[in-house]
T-cell receptor, first 112, second 114 residues
Framework: DAGITQSPRYKITETGRQVTLMCHQTWSHSYMFWYRQDLGHGLRLIYYSAAADITDKGEVPDGYVVSRSKTENFPLTLESATRSQTSVYFC???????????FGQGTRLTVV | AQSVTQLGSHVSVSEGALVLLRCNYSSSVPPYLFWYVQYPNQGLQLLLKYTTGATLVKGINGFEAEFKKSETSFHLTKPSAHMSDAAEYFCAVRPGGATNKLIFGTGTLLAVQP
């Protein structure tokens, strides 16, 4: 199926564990993004990538690591999960010509 | 720095009434502007966007927005609310220039009363 998919949809992990959230898009869009959504804060940009092997920090990058070895994949890793990272995480891609951003369904992460 | 301000985290209207959701932005260069809608437990869906050209933009589900540069605003309106419009709405700005980042407001939760 064409689109952008995130996995898992739901995840519960313990404080201190490493966890990776996956994002895969089928359009070959060059730009991809990770946001977290928290009540009262809207969506805040964690990291983004302009192309394979090019990544940059967003507004709230601390505690997160990203990689982009292939255009279609953009995984987000929490190196040592903390309770403050309990959130809903959204991956998105943008076609720069069309300007529209397409979002995944989100991953609801709970850190206990 | 670019930013987006949505006035009113919660808005409640009666079915059939006008919907007005406010959005103001700051950007040092002409921006692209967007409204997204999020239904419960779903991702974000594009309602409409302004890039260049006509400042009154029409989107899906009867929504429209007007870009007013002098007021740095991009308010979202719909003449008559439906129950199905109940959702959270996000205004976003893509600053001009080379960056493709989208900066979001904090969202407005729209409730529609019967």
């Amino acid at each position: 199926d064409a689109g952008i998919t995130q996995s898992p949809r739901y995840k519960i992990t313990e404080t201190g564990r490493q966890v990776t959230l996956m994002c895969h898009q089928t359009w070959s869009h060059s730009y991809m993004f990770w946001y977290r959504q928290d009540l009262g804060h809207g969506l805040r940009l964690i990291y983004y990538s302009a192309a394979a092997d090019i990544t940059d920090k967003g507004e709230v990058p601390d505690g997160y690591v990203v990689s982009r070895s292939k255009t279609e994949n953009f995984p987000l890793t929490l190196e040592s999960a903390t309770r403050s990272q309990t959130s809903v995480y959204f991956c998105a891609s943008i076609d720069p010509i069309d300007t529209e951003a397409f979002f995944g369904q989100g991953t609801r992460l709970t850190v206990v | 720095a670019q930013s987006v301000t949505q006035l009113g985290s919660h808005v409640s209207v009666s079915e059939g009434a006008l919907v007005l959701l406010r959005c103001n932005y700051s950007s040092s260069v002409p921006p692209y502007l967007f409204w997204y809608v999020q239904y419960p437990n779903q991702g974000l869906q594009l309602l409409l966007k302004y890039t260049t050209g006509a400042t009154l933009v029409k989107g899906i589900n009867g929504f429209e927005a007007e870009f007013k540069k002098s007021e740095t605003s991009f308010h979202l309106t719909k003449p008559s609310a439906h129950m199905s419009d109940a959702a959270e709405y996000f205004c976003a700005v893509r600053p001009g220039g080379a960056t493709n980042k989208l900066i979001f407001g904090t969202g407005t939760l729209l409730a529609v009363q019967p």
